[in-house]
């Protein structure tokens, strides 16, 4: 796992996708639903990287709902499409236990995010929330 901090900001990229949604497994499936709908079109982005974002965002929405739910409280996910690059990110407002990439007997959904992801990293902060990003490199002259 890269545990370098956050370089890229999601302040001013290219194009962007940002929703709030409630921390509940719908929260989740609709999450992955609404991302795939606005990659798909997406002529910049090929689609061996919409459908791994895909898989990414099924693993860390659902690591938010499970893992980082606070009663009452939202997850967030933003995407970032630049030239070459597409970066997610999942905030949940549980900023204790941060992930790491887990042993061979527990779950498996980071090691999907691991072998599918070019880099990812978890950014604590600011209390009491905790991101973990991901990113997919792509040729960027499509």
Do not use: C
């Not at 061979?104 to 995010?113: E, F, I, N, S, T």
């Amino acid at each position: 796992m890269n545990r370098e901090k956050a370089a890229l900001q999601l302040a001013a990229p290219e194009v962007q996708f940002d929703i709030q949604l409630s921390s509940t497994p719908r929260g989740a499936r609709l999450a992955r639903l609404l991302a795939v709908e606005w990659l798909r079109p997406r002529q910049d982005v090929p689609y061996d990287v919409t459908e791994a974002a895909a898989q990414i965002i099924a693993e860390l929405t659902a690591n938010a709902v499970t893992h980082g739910r606070v009663a009452g409280r939202d997850f967030r996910l933003a995407l970032a499409a630049l030239p070459g690059l597409l970066r997610i990110e999942v905030s949940d407002t549980r900023g204790s236990d941060l992930p790491e990439l887990p042993e061979a007997h527990a779950g498996r959904g980071l090691l999907l995010v691991e072998k599918l992801a070019d880099r990812w990293g978890v950014a604590p902060g600011p209390v009491p929330r905790k991101t973990v990003w991901a990113e997919l490199d792509h040729p960027s002259d499509l």
